[in-house]
């Protein structure tokens, strides 16, 4: 894959902690741009993993499928879950 220079304006203290967190993970901070552009527009280099068909799955994991779907608690949501039940 043919590579092309891109120039950015941004503010100077933002890159030098970008650079400093960019060679804390050992990647250049070219790289770590890279990887948030692949992950904004999906790189072909990472292709998403196909969900498997819920009919092939076997029958106890096909039961558990959508008890984690919807909406996440938050940690306030939690606890207040638990003074409701421990009183």
Request: hydrophobic letters at 35%.
């Amino acid at each position: 894959m043919a590579q092309t220079k891109l120039t950015l304006r941004l503010d100077a203290d933002l890159i030098s902690r970008a650079k400093a967190s960019a060679a804390k993970q050992g990647k250049s901070l070219s790289q770590i741009v890279a990887d948030y552009f692949a992950a904004l527009v999906g790189s072909p280099r990472r292709p998403r993993r196909k969900r498997p068909d819920r009919d092939a799955l076997p029958p106890n994991t096909r039961h558990l499928c959508g008890l984690l779907e919807g909406e996440m608690l938050d940690r306030s949501a939690y606890l207040r879950h638990l003074e409701e039940k421990h009183r």
